[in-house]
């Protein structure tokens, strides 16, 4: 016969289990929350990418740009331009200006979103300074890269048939978290690169079709940097590349990687790096793994 106090177990243990849940949930849920959103354009989150689209269409919509920034944050911020109108699928880069007032660094995260909300599924960023804390020194002036684009599937959806503009709107915050910011100076135009930042690009936005050290849909990249151009054995180039002439210097990749198919007309690499900083990085830290 079980003792009476396994009837109180019985009913309390699965008691304690639930508020345990509850209380994780609750916990987590500004977190949950903002993956539900990045998921799925919820409530006009934006999206996050690392290549655009392979294909763009002839349709065309307007962009507009919002900014505030919290009473509490000395910052001025705004756009360069009010508006640009891209082709739904073309990599777009815009800038943002930002000013530290103060006499003291300051830490700041911006908040964003898109309206109508029905956009937000849509619209993808492939750079921005909103996906960091960012620092600005005492009385610094930055100009601040985003990069993104519209995915053409926006024009298949129902919801959006009557939809011309999207505004995409920041508000700049003191931040929480000022340990781990970085610093706006690495978008000055005589920053030096950075080879780390560099790593971590290339894992993003370039594993999918290279490695360092084995082919995939583009070949190996390990000790490119003095390298012919085309010459890889075993890969299978295109041949404007195999004939361009071209050996793989800091300057040609910088430029390769701004447009490959504009510098060498008829390469078959679709993927651009808009913004100069990510270029460079990305650029240092191949020549790192080269020198290796």
């Given amino acids: 016969m079980k003792p009476r106090n396994w009837k109180h177990l019985n009913v309390l243990l699965p008691s304690f289990v639930a508020l345990g849940i509850m209380l994780g949930l609750v916990a987590y849920s500004p977190e949950i929350y903002r993956v539900f959103c990045s998921a799925t354009g919820y409530g006009g989150t934006t999206q996050r990418a ?16 919002d900014t505030n920034v919290a009473s509490d ?40 979103n898109v309206t109508p909300n029905t956009s937000g599924p849509y ?6 300074f909103c996906f960091n804390e960012e620092r600005l020194d005492p009385h610094q002036k930055i100009e601040m890269p985003v990069v993104f684009f519209v995915d053409p599937a926006f024009a298949e959806d129902s919801d959006n048939k ?21 610093n706006l100076a690495r978008f000055l135009p005589n920053a030096p690169p950075d080879p780390v930042h560099g790593k971590q ?13 084995a082919d995939k849909a583009g070949p190996r990249l390990g000790g490119v940097v003095g390298r012919k151009a085309g010459t890889v054995p075993g890969y299978h180039y295109s041949s404007a590349l ?9 300057d040609n990749l910088d430029r390769w990687l701004a447009d490959p198919k504009k510098f060498v007309p008829g390469a078959r690499m679709p993927v651009r790096v808009l913004d100069v900083p990510s270029r460079h990085d990305l650029v240092a830290y191949l020549q790192t793994v080269s020198q290796e």
């Fill in 162 to 182: 009557a939809v011309n503009t999207i505004t995409l709107s920041y508000t700049l915050l003191r931040s929480v978290n000022p340990s781990q910011s970085k």
């Fill in 50 to 65: 690392y290549t655009d689209p392979a294909v763009t269409s002839d349709k065309t919509v307007t962009v507009a740009f």
């Fill in 123 to 128: 619209f993808n960023k492939i750079q921005c």
């Fill in 242 to 250: 195999q004939s361009a002439g071209l050996v793989w210097s800091r």
């Fill in 201 to 213: 690009l290339f894992s993003e936005r370039c594993t999918a079709c290279h490695a360092l050290d």
């Fill in 73 to 112: 944050l000395p910052w001025r911020f705004e756009p360069e331009q009010r508006s640009v109108d891209v082709h739904l699928g073309e990599q777009k880069m815009v800038f943002f200006k930002a000013e530290n007032l103060s006499n003291e660094s300051i830490v700041a995260h911006a908040t964003y």
